[in-house]
């Protein structure tokens, strides 16, 4: 398939807000492709390079190269020679990489030219496109769109689903399964104002401790361990205490679902940042887990010696974790069988007050009927925290000033609108220790786009957390309100931007 047909419907999706004129032309385009050409159309649509960064920068990409007259690169080719670029390193890299990036422009068409600079700089947004293109690849291939996501769901990715559909048929959405040691997108919660609130919209439910730690999936095959992340990364030689502690358990065959966290030697969780460092490290493990070392805590159980859970509802799944997984082991938890017993009401908030007395971020309330819907953001997990947070967005970054001369400081934020936008929401320098603005400097200057003097203009890629006291409104500001007194808590590297917060999740906390 030409790259050129891929500029084209990028164009045409953008200019469109209606999800069905987006799913007719993604299933026309799926229709035309080759079923190797799928798993990259769709992330280049949806503005990511399946290469990860590639180490180019916007002052090379803003130079001008004359465009072909007429279309000839490929997506196949086009992917290759980008994956190429990436790969150069060493002496005189970024000149060769340069010059095989000027030379790629030089082969495309001033559309596609566009398109490619948009998709190396993240300027590329099409919306949830992710969740159109499942709707129009089963559109194209005459399959159930439910039987299509779950396939995606238990491949984890779109892409391997789209490239065996278009080949196989809705036939082979059966060889999908649920699989030991093929991780699948995490379950995700939505939020609650409060644990009373929570338990009137769940009914019968369960309060579990929110750990701050990372989310991990672990899988076990016999003697073979392997450990992911919420983003499905392996770092299974990063947590070799993690991988010790699952080969105790009694099982052969399982996967978990849980946290990694770092407790003292009082029980209470130590630092976020430095669980998340834990986990980040690549080098000198051995000497990182001495320094601080990390347990498992699992609260999920979706597959035991070859017996698929995912649909069975959450009080049957708890058995068999509990079962499978020592008390220790497992996250605390208190019942709330009957929501109109004042009693079991009055123990869900003091387990709640407790669970943050200990350390912890919050609880999360979950539906004992529900069965585990991996990969959504379900409606019977509810999260609840004591304090107003958002994961936003950096936009931008202002050139600080006196002692953060030379730093990049104040940050702009930003929530994700449906479109696939972001609005600015505003600004802060505060919570940020020496650290963090050495950190943010470095990586900042990586998502670059652009640079006045004063504001450095990013990629919104970057999630951080913010604490804020509350809603204002503000005519300074796209969606007409403001944070009050925001500070960072945190950058989340673990979330894309597309799992930051939305618009509608910011207002919906106007009071």
């Known amino acids: 398939m030409l790259l050129a047909r891929i500029a084209l419907v990028s164009l045409e999706v953008a200019a469109t807000s209606a999800r069905t004129r987006k799913t007719a032309l993604l299933a026309a385009l799926f229709r035309d ?14 503005g990511r390079l399946p290469q990860g960064r590639l180490g180019i920068g916007w002052s090379t990409l803003r130079v001008p190269v004359t465009p072909a007259g007429e279309p000839t690169l490929t997506v196949a080719g086009t992917d290759a020679e980008l994956s190429a670029i990436g790969a150069l390193g060493g002496p005189g890299s970024q000149a060769a990489r340069k010059e095989r990036l000027t030379r790629l422009l030089g082969a495309a068409t001033a559309q596609e030219q ?10 590329v947004r099409q919306g949830a496109l992710d969740a159109v293109a499942v709707d129009a690849l089963a559109d194209a291939a005459g399959a159930p769109r439910d039987e299509v996501r779950r396939a995606v769901m238990l491949a984890g990715s779109l892409g391997p689903v789209a490239r065996t559909l278009l080949a196989e048929g809705p036939g082979a959405l059966a060889s999908f399964r649920l699989t030991v040691g093929r991780p699948v997108q995490p379950m995700l919660a939505h939020t609650s104002r409060s644990v009373t609130e929570a338990i009137d919209r769940l009914g019968p439910c369960v309060v579990e401790e929110k750990l701050d ?41 399982f996967i978990l679902d849980g946290e990694a966290i770092a407790l003292g030697a009082d029980g209470r969780p130590r630092p976020f940042q430095e669980t998340a460092g834990r986990v980040g490290s690549r080098r000198d493990v051995a000497t990182a887990a001495g320094a601080v070392p990390v347990v498992p805590v699992f609260f999920d159980v979706l597959s035991v010696d070859g017996r698929d859970l995912l649909d069975l509802p959450l009080s049957e799944r708890h058995r068999d974790l509990a079962s499978l997984v020592p008390e220790e082991m497992r996250v605390r938890r208190v019942a709330v069988e009957y929501p109109a017993d004042e009693r079991r009401r009055a123990a869900a908030v003091a387990f709640s007050e407790d669970t943050l007395a200990r350390g912890h971020e919050g609880v999360v309330v979950k ?3 529900a069965p585990y819907s991996a990969g959504r953001r379900g409606a019977s997990w509810l999260k609840v925290k004591p304090v107003h947070t958002l994961d936003l967005v950096v936009l931008a970054a202002e050139w600080g000033h006196g002692r953060r001369t030379g730093r990049l400081s104040n940050l702009h934020l930003g929530a994700r609108r449906d479109d696939g936008t972001f609005a600015m929401l505003g600004k802060t320098f505060k919570g940020l220790t020496d650290t963090m603005l050495s950190w943010q400097t470095q990586r900042l200057r990586e998502l670059a786009t652009g640079d006045d003097g004063h504001v450095v203009t990013v990629r919104p890629e970057l999630v951080v957390e913010i604490a804020y006291d509350g809603l204002q409104s503000s005519t300074r500001y796209p969606e007409g309100v403001t944070l009050r007194f925001a500070r960072v808590l945190r950058y989340r590297e673990d979330k894309s931007a597309e799992e930051a917060d939305t618009v509608g999740t910011v207002l919906s906390r106007r009071g």
């Open 367 to 369: 539906g004992t009927a």
């Open 33 to 46: 492709a080759e079923p190797d050409d799928v798993p990259v159309v769709i992330p280049y649509l949806a």
């Open 114 to 123: 566009h398109f490619l600079r948009g998709l190396l700089t993240g300027e």
């Open 213 to 253: 730690g990372i989310r991990v999936q672990v899988h076990r095959d016999g003697p073979q361990v392997r450990v992911y992340t919420r983003a499905l990364d392996d770092i299974t030689d990063r947590l070799p205490e993690v991988a010790a502690a699952v080969t105790r358990l009694r099982a052969e065959r």
